[in-house]
């Protein structure tokens, strides 16, 4: 690098300040749930499927051992986990109904960080083998409590199932939050069609302090004030 001005050198200095961050790694956004308890757990793919012949799986209130990291809750009889070919997953091939045959719900619990806010996601779909329907689910997470959402599908055929993505952000109020769906219609034996569960932190980007950036551009210009007096030096010698 020839630099012959002190300009120059300031803008080899901003150069490398630039390069240096550009090259820093950006935070992929973790899903906590599938992070706490295994790759998959997030969209129910992981645990003890036992296919009843119609591509579900019947689990009661209070079984939190069949579908790994989750929980199964009331109010109701329980929930169907769900299988393709019978029924479209968005993510893998497990989804789950909310509703065996009257509304319930699941839950599953992951660290957080009191104060910290996080983004809640997930992709919807409903049920039915009777063509168009919509129904309405229920999520609390945090600050985040009964958050209402809807669930809808277009086609009679559950295995084409469409899903939608919803997006909220709640603030943890503890070190452990608890995480639960519940179906919300109670006139439906359909409850929402829930997959790809997912919570990240919400702040993708650690930036470096003032100070740390101080601290770049002086080892950055320190390699350069070097790097010149190497060159002077060399071309003394010659
Ligand atoms: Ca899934």
């Known amino acids: 690098m020839n630099i012959k001005t002190f300009t120059q050198l300031l803008t080899a200095i901003a150069a490398t300040t630039v390069t240096l961050f550009s090259h820093s790694p950006n935070v992929v956004a973790m ?3 599938d992070d ?17 012949g119609q591509d579900f799986m019947f689990v009661p209130p209070g079984d939190n051992t069949t579908i790994t990291g989750w929980t199964v809750g009331g109010p109701g009889n ?3 986990w769900l299988i393709e070919n019978g029924f479209n997953a968005d993510t893998g091939i497990y989804s789950l109904d909310l509703s065996h045959t009257s509304r319930s719900s699941i839950s ?10 996080y983004q809640l996601s997930f992709a919807t779909s409903a049920s039915s083998r009777f063509g168009s329907f919509t129904t309405q689910g229920f999520v609390s997470a945090g600050s985040l409590i009964n958050q209402e959402f809807t669930a ?15 997006n909220f952000d709640f603030i943890a109020n503890d ?15 359909y409850g929402p069609v829930i997959d790809s569960v997912s919570v990240a932190l ?15 551009i002086l080892v950055g210009g320190g390699f350069l004030f070097t790097g010149i007096k190497c060159k002077k030096n060399k071309e003394e010698e010659n």
């Open 31 to 33: 899903n906590i749930i």
């Open 175 to 189: 070190a452990l939050t608890t995480l639960t769906f519940t179906a919300g219609n109670p006139s439906s034996v």
């Open 202 to 216: 919400n702040s993708p980007l650690s930036v470096p302090e003032s100070s740390n950036i101080l601290g770049l």
């Open 108 to 117: 599953t619990t992951i660290p957080t960080t009191i104060g910290e806010t």
């Open 152 to 166: 809808t599908t277009v086609t009679p055929n559950t295995s084409n199932q469409v899903y939608n993505f919803h």
């Open 36 to 52: 706490t308890y295994g790759v998959g757990v997030g969209s129910f793919e992981l645990g003890n499927f036992v296919n009843n």
């Open 78 to 80: 329980g929930i169907n």
